[in-house]
């Protein structure tokens, strides 16, 4: 079945625009997860919907950044004036509600100039 | 807070070779424990997963058992092959607010296998 999908995969943008990145879950998932994965690092959790609510935004860094999921299946993460610091692979990840495992789309590789 | 340990890399063996990859954590309440895998040119897969003291968990070869007094899940696999060579990731899950199940990961181990 699919998986998890994420578009754009590639993203180039220059310091102080707007950038929106796509993520849809696997179909029936209704837990889902942004995290973000600098060089090196591990990924880092960002917001967590469970069903169209954001349950839990504690690991966004600022205001710069908001995620919706208007209708419980598509995500979008919209960041603002973003910044050289923002350069990042931005990933996604579904599951069933409940402690199950979570199934990571390919990520989106946000490189701000 | 949350935290994962994990040995640093990069690790280089030759096949058929012991690994072990060293992780240990700091959570609140009882964590699940996972090891996560990502192959080059791939996503993030699970590899294996545990989700109280004593269980063991294994895939493809490959072994972690969680161990509650020493708070570590290092990852074990008693002969690598080539095909293993990839990032591994070891994280911990808590049930936070709303039902998230936030994971929480170390900052990987390169793994390369030689032939």
């Known amino acids: 079945g699919a998986g998890v999908s994420q578009t754009p995969s590639n993203k180039v943008t220059e310091k102080g625009k707007y950038v929106e990145l796509r993520c849809d879950p696997i179909?029936?998932?209704?837990?889902l997860y942004w995290y973000r994965q600098s060089l090196g690092q591990g990924p880092e959790f960002l917001i967590y919907?469970?069903?169209?609510?954001?349950?839990?935004d504690s690991g966004l860094p600022n205001d710069r950044f908001f995620a919706v999921r208007p209708e419980g299946s598509v995500s979008t993460l919209k960041i603002q004036r973003t910044e050289r610091g923002d350069s990042a692979v931005y990933l996604c990840?579904?599951?069933?509600?409940?402690?199950?495992?979570?199934?990571f789309g390919p990520g989106t590789r946000l490189t701000v100039l | 807070g949350n935290s994962v340990t994990q040995m640093e890399g990069p690790v280089t063996l030759s096949e058929e070779a012991f690994l072990t990859i060293n992780c240990t954590y700091t959570?609140?309440?009882?964590?699940?424990l996972f090891w996560y895998v990502q192959y080059p040119g791939e996503g993030l897969q699970l590899l294996l997963k545990?989700?109280?003291?004593?269980d063991k968990g294994s895939n493809k070869g490959f072994e972690a058992t969680y161990r509650k007094e020493t708070t570590s899940f290092h990852l074990e696999k008693g002969s690598v092959q080539v095909s293993d060579s990839a990032v591994y990731f070891c994280?911990?899950?808590?049930?936070?607010?709303?039902?998230?199940?936030?994971?929480?990961f170390g900052k990987g181990t390169l793994l390369t296998v030689n032939p």
């Open positions: 545990a989700t109280k003291a004593d």
């Open positions: 990840a579904s599951s069933p509600q409940g402690p199950n495992e979570q199934f």
């Open positions: 179909s029936g998932h209704t837990a």
């Open positions: 959570a609140t309440g009882y964590p699940s």
């Open positions: 994280a911990l899950s808590t049930l936070g607010g709303g039902s998230n199940y936030k994971l929480t």
């Open positions: 919907f469970q069903g169209t609510g954001a349950a839990d």
